[in-house]
């Protein structure tokens, strides 16, 4: 199943997922940190672990029955494989943005070294060399 298609199907299927603050869209997940300290409000881990607890609750399929998958065990796999793309997305983006933010303040202590060093005397060795030279 590929990243468009669980989006597709979850978009058709209306699907709406269980948390603190009540039922959320597919939309609202982008918007929720990834975790938080307060029991009533949503993240995507508590999210998660919700659906989590409820695939749990199904138990698991038997390999030796001929009966395909449950339409609730289906809704509720397609929403675990949803919050762990935005999961892993955002956790992607995070990343990315903290790696920046890192590149930029070393960047920004190179500058302050140069413009430092600019503003001092010449080094020890071009001194020496400039006292020779008179």
Same mark, same amino acid.
């Given at each position: 199943?590929?990243?468009? +298609?669980?989006? !597709? !199907?979850?978009?058709?299927?209306? =699907? *709406?997922?269980?948390?603190?603050?009540?039922?959320?869209?597919?939309?609202?997940?982008?918007?929720?940190?990834?975790?938080?300290? /307060?029991?009533?409000?949503?993240?995507?881990?508590?999210?998660?672990?919700? =659906?989590?607890?409820?695939? /749990?609750? =199904?138990?698991?399929? %038997?390999?030796? %029955?001929?009966?395909?998958? %449950?339409?609730?065990?289906? *809704?509720?796999? @397609?929403?675990?494989?949803?919050?762990? &793309?935005?999961? $892993?997305?955002?956790? %992607?983006?995070?990343? *990315?943005?903290? +790696?920046?933010?890192? *590149?930029?303040?070393?960047?920004? !202590?190179?500058?302050?070294?140069? $413009? &430092?060093?600019?503003?001092?005397?010449?080094? @020890?060795?071009?001194?020496?060399?400039?006292?020779?030279?008179?």
């Amino acid at each position: 199943m590929t990243t468009d +298609d669980i989006f !597709r !199907r979850a978009s058709r299927a209306r =699907l *709406r997922f269980p948390s603190p603050q009540g039922l959320l869209t597919v939309e609202d997940l982008w918007e929720l940190p990834l975790t938080t300290t /307060r029991s009533n409000r949503a993240s995507i881990e508590n999210v998660g672990a919700t =659906l989590l607890k409820e695939q /749990r609750a =199904l138990g698991e399929e %038997s390999i030796l %029955s001929s009966t395909t998958t %449950s339409p609730e065990r289906a *809704r509720i796999n @397609l929403s675990v494989a949803i919050v762990r &793309e935005v999961a $892993r997305t955002r956790e %992607s983006e995070n990343k *990315r943005k903290a +790696d920046a933010k890192a *590149r930029a303040s070393e960047k920004e !202590r190179l500058e302050a070294l140069i $413009r &430092e060093r600019e503003g001092k005397e010449l080094p @020890l060795e071009e001194l020496k060399k400039k006292l020779a030279t008179l």
